[in-house]
């Protein structure tokens, strides 16, 4: 899977429900709301729903960001 990436412009900008394969090389800190102080490598899965404006490319485009 190493890469792998995404060009949020080719998804659709409808509304919806997505996943996102996201693999960590290496330790990411989590924000203090969450319960463990960090994210240890490996892949995780992270599912949710687009329904707002710009739909599934709008919602990717943010959680493609570098500084997310």
Do not use: Q
């Not at 995404?6 to 090389?25: E, I, K, Q, S, T």
């Not at 709301?33 to 329904?51: D, F, H, K, Q």
Request: proline share 13%; with cysteine; aromatic share 6%.
């Amino acid at each position: 899977m190493s890469g792998w990436t995404v060009d949020a412009d080719l998804l659709p900008p409808l509304p919806g429900a997505y996943a996102l394969l996201v693999h960590v090389r290496k330790p990411v800190a989590l924000p203090p709301r969450c319960t463990s102080a960090e994210l240890p490598p490996g892949r995780y899965v992270y599912v949710g729903s687009a329904n707002g404006p710009g739909g599934i490319r709008a919602r990717c485009r943010r959680h493609l960001r570098a500084e997310k």
